[in-house]
């Protein structure tokens, strides 16, 4: 589900043999407190020599840390007047339904133009005497090619409330997905830890060293030569439901990254020249269910799919 987020890889000096793992990447890792990078190293984003590790464990010299900062602390930034498409609002936080092709937060090159930007704006400059200003809080991510659902904190303490719903797995998050191929199943589940490519750094990969990652699926409809499907995820790790649909061989239309030229194979020409037609892929944040932080209230929201994805099922 998530948008690329920020992969470190440390090595240890001498000086810094013996030292905790929290403290140690505490000291590496600027604007990240203890607590939350041991939330990291609790939730598998940090492993040592490629395994996961505890808070405490003594680092050496030879260890090889990689760290994936896929936590966005809340932080201000740069106001930018984008509209944004506003599903839910009040004090505490905000539902969004986000486009593809826009980038959840700022980073790797990208500092303009972003999710964060346009909340920024929104929050701050056309509410000038909100209390809420530098306490922007992105909680999870999605693909900059991902649309659909996400949610942004207004204040610390919501931040924090809803942070915590989903490292507990309290928040319902279903995608809609097409896939090529057609499963025997009408359902399943997909539990495979997923791992950075060393080879490949901007491509993730099923790996039993890597991150836990909990996926299920159900048939919505078939197609000739594709499945469209929901996918519940439980983790939200890189890339999961791109990942976890091509390692069951039925990868994303649209994914150049992870459908290793399956585009290209559809004998449809005309279907083919649609899907080289699509500016993204296939995939679409459509269900979100959490938790009010400060009403306790349940919050459901559906939001349909965007246009060039109906249109591409209409052309099926």
Same mark, same amino acid.
């Given at each position: ?20 793992? &929290? ?7 600027? *604007? ?19 395994? @996961?590790?505890?808070? !405490? ?21 740069? =106001? ?18 986000? @486009? ?15 999710? =964060? ?10 509410? @000038? ?26 204040? &610390? ?16 998050? !279903? ?5 090529? *191929? !057609? ?8 539990? =495979? ?52 649909? =091509? ?15 399956? &585009? ?12 080289? !037609? ?35 099922? &209409?052309?099926?």
């Amino acid at each position: 589900m998530s948008e690329e987020p920020q992969s470190l890889n440390l090595q240890p000096s001498p000086d810094e043999a013996g030292t905790r793992l &929290d403290a140690f990447l505490a000291e590496r890792i600027n *604007g990240w407190s203890r607590s939350r990078l041991r939330r990291l190293i609790d939730d598998e984003d940090v492993l040592v020599n490629e395994k @996961p590790a505890k808070s !405490s464990y003594r680092i050496r010299e030879s260890d090889e840390i990689d760290v994936e900062l896929t936590e966005v602390p809340a932080a201000r930034f740069e =106001a930018e007047n984008i509209p944004l498409d506003i599903v839910f609002e009040d004090e505490h936080l905000a539902v969004i339904n986000k @486009p593809a092709g826009m980038v959840v937060h700022p980073g790797a090159g990208v500092q303009h133009g972003t999710l =964060a930007n346009a909340v920024a704006y929104h929050f701050e400059i056309q509410n @000038p005497k909100s209390k809420i200003q530098n306490r922007l809080g992105i909680v999870h991510r999605l693909d900059k090619d991902t649309s659909g659902l996400i949610v942004v904190a207004k204040t &610390d303490e919501a931040h924090e409330v809803l942070s915590e719903q989903f490292r507990a797995r309290q928040v319902y998050k !279903s995608y809609v997905a097409l896939v090529h *191929g !057609s499963p025997d199943q009408n359902s399943g589940i997909i539990e =495979a830890p997923i791992a950075r490519n060393k080879h490949n750094r901007l491509r993730m990969k099923v790996a039993a060293h890597g991150r836990s990652a909990l996926s299920l699926w159900k048939v919505r409809k078939r197609y000739a030569k594709f499945t469209l499907l929901d996918v519940e995820i439980k983790t939200g790790r890189t890339h999961q439901i791109r990942v976890h649909t =091509a390692y069951i061989n039925h990868p994303i239309v649209g994914d150049e990254i992870y459908n290793e030229g399956r &585009d290209n194979t559809v004998n449809d020409i005309n279907v083919r020249n649609a899907i080289n !037609s699509l500016p993204r892929f296939f995939l679409h944040a459509e269900r979100l269910s959490l938790t009010h932080p400060k009403t306790q209230e349940r919050l459901e929201f559906h939001q349909d799919l965007p246009v060039e994805l109906k249109q591409f099922l &209409d052309l099926l």
